[in-house]
């Protein structure tokens, strides 16, 4: 469950757009740098779910995958008008470039914090061009609104360290904002930083499967988050 902002209204926009804060608000807010670069195959129908003065918007999957052969699952939403829509097809290989963006989605009474791709320019790719370059690319500057979280993981006879961070990254008009984990040294750096930073970051778009240790339902979830 996600607590409100730290923008100093104490609200959350349960749209899709943001914080709903008045100091968030305003043409002359600073737009932090965000740009996301991904190539994969679509992997459904892009399904309608808003239009806004005329102006339809879908939103669908796509499958990225990495060096090791695993595969990240992107939520994509995209405008009608965005270059190359024509090209947003279930199977197409596509080489999709945008912005990250998050959003308040309530479900069961609670609120739960969902980011996506938001697409501006949608390019078909033979993927054989590609000779097994894995491009999932996310660059972008902010600021931690949430104390960093530092654990450490024990596997396989190894420990990693690593810190979850929630980073606010501003928009025209609002601020996004973005789950982060961060491993091993630059980890422990980022869990001694304070709310107020201003951080610049490259990861991926990562997502994984998780199962609720309170949820009885066993139900298998996917989380999303920059890493």
Known sequence: EQQPCKCGSGQWDSTDQGCSGNDMKGDSMEK??????????????????????????????????????????????????????????QGEYLYIEGTVRSFNNKQNEKMHLEIYLFAEYIYPVDEKDTDGYVINSFEFDGTICKPPVGRVLIGNGDMKY????????????????LPCIVFGRNGRYLSSLKVGTKLKLRGRFQSRNYMAEADPSNEVKTAYEIA
């Open 32 to 89: 932090s740098y965000n740009e996301c670069y991904i190539c994969g195959i679509v992997l459904n129908e892009p399904e309608h779910y808003l239009t806004i003065n005329g102006e339809d918007f879908f939103r669908t999957l796509v499958s990225v995958k990495r060096k090791s052969g695993a595969v990240d699952v992107v939520p994509v939403r995209v405008s009608q008008r965005a270059d190359g829509f024509p090209n947003m097809k």
């Open 162 to 177: 690593i810190a979850d961070v929630l980073v606010a990254v501003s928009g025209t008009k609002r601020s996004f904002y």
